[in-house]
C-alpha cells in the first residue's frame, strides 16, 4: 500500500516539474537572483548601501547565473564603494566589470566611472568645474538650436524595478556644433543613471555658429521617468535651481 502511494507520490511529482519546465518557470536559484538584485536597486534608490553590500556580496555573485542581472548588481557593488569613499574597491569592481564582461550595459557605466575617477585624480580643477558649473552659463546668449539629440537609454535594471531619477549635466558645444567634456553636476540616485546620460550627451549635434571663439556651454536635466519609459525626458535649464524637479516641472519638461 505504501510503495503504491510512493509511486503515485513519484508520478505527480515528475508530471509537476514537466509542467514546470513546459511553462519555463524560474528555478529558485534564479528566483533568488532576482529577488536579491530587485531588493539591492530598491535599497540603493532609498540610499541604502548598508543592505545593499549586504544583499550581494561577492560569494553569492558568483554563484550566479553571467549575464546582466548579475552584472548590474555588481556595478552597484561598485557605486556603493564609490559613495562610502573606498576607491580602490570601486576601481576592482569597474575593471573586473570591463575585463568579464565587455559588452555589458554594467561594463559601458564601469568605464564611465572609471574616466570619470581617473579625471578626478589627474585635474585638481576637475571638482571645481562642477561646483561652478552653472557660472559658465551665460544667460544673455542666445541658445544654440539643437539639430540630434540621441535618447539616454534606460539602465536595464533601473528600468524593470521602476526607479526613476535624473542626471544634471554641462557640457560645451563647439563652433561645429559638437558637444564636449560633459560632466555631472547632480545626479539622483548618485551615478545610477550617469553613465547613460553622458553617453547620449556625447553624441549630440547642434547647428554650427558662423564665428569660431570661445565654446557655448549648456545645463540640460535628463529625467529618467518612473513609467520606465524608453525616451528619457530632457529639459533644459536655465534660471530653475539644480534640484529634483517637481511634478509641475516634469510634466512641462519637452523632449
Not at 10 to 36: F, K
Not at 147 to 168: C, E, H, M, Q, T
Not at 211 to 232: H, M, V, W, Y
Amino acid at each position: 500500500m505504501r510503495t503504491g502511494r510512493m509511486a503515485i507520490f513519484s508520478i505527480a511529482l515528475a508530471s509537476a516539474l514537466l509542467a514546470a519546465c513546459q511553462a519555463n518557470i524560474p528555478t529558485p536559484t534564479e528566483l533568488e537572483t532576482v529577488r536579491t538584485s530587485s531588493d539591492a536597486y530598491l535599497a540603493y534608490a532609498r540610499g541604502d548601501c548598508a543592505t545593499v553590500q549586504r544583499l550581494v556580496d561577492r560569494e553569492r555573485l558568483e554563484a550566479w547565473t553571467f549575464d546582466e542581472m548579475r552584472h548590474s548588481t555588481l556595478l552597484l557593488q561598485g557605486f556603493c564603494s564609490e559613495i562610502e569613499g573606498d576607491i580602490e574597491t570601486a576601481r576592482d569592481l569597474y575593471r573586473r566589470l570591463i575585463l568579464e564582461a565587455p559588452n555589458s550595459f554594467a561594463s559601458y557605466d564601469a568605464v564611465e566611472r572609471t574616466r570619470t575617477l581617473k579625471l578626478i585624480d589627474e585635474d585638481p580643477d576637475y571638482e571645481r568645474q562642477v561646483r561652478t558649473a552653472r557660472e559658465r552659463i551665460a544667460p544673455d546668449k542666445s541658445r544654440r538650436t539643437p539639430i540630434d539629440r540621441v535618447s539616454a537609454v534606460y539602465p536595464p535594471l533601473a528600468k524593470a524595478r521602476g526607479i526613476g531619477g535624473f542626471v544634471v549635466l554641462e557640457f560645451g558645444i563647439t563652433a561645429r556644433g559638437d558637444t564636449q567634456n560633459p560632466i555631472v553636476v547632480d545626479s539622483r540616485p548618485p551615478l545610477l543613471f550617469d553613465g547613460s546620460a553622458i553617453r547620449a550627451v556625447r553624441r549630440w549635434q547642434y547647428m554650427r555658429k558662423p564665428s569660431k571663439g570661445e565654446e557655448d556651454r549648456q545645463l540640460i536635466r535628463i529625467l529618467f521617468k518612473q513609467d520606465g519609459t524608453a525616451n528619457p525626458t530632457l529639459e533644459e535649464i536655465v534660471d530653475p535651481p539644480l534640484e529634483e524637479p517637481t511634478a509641475d516641472q516634469d510634466s512641462q519638461a519637452s523632449s
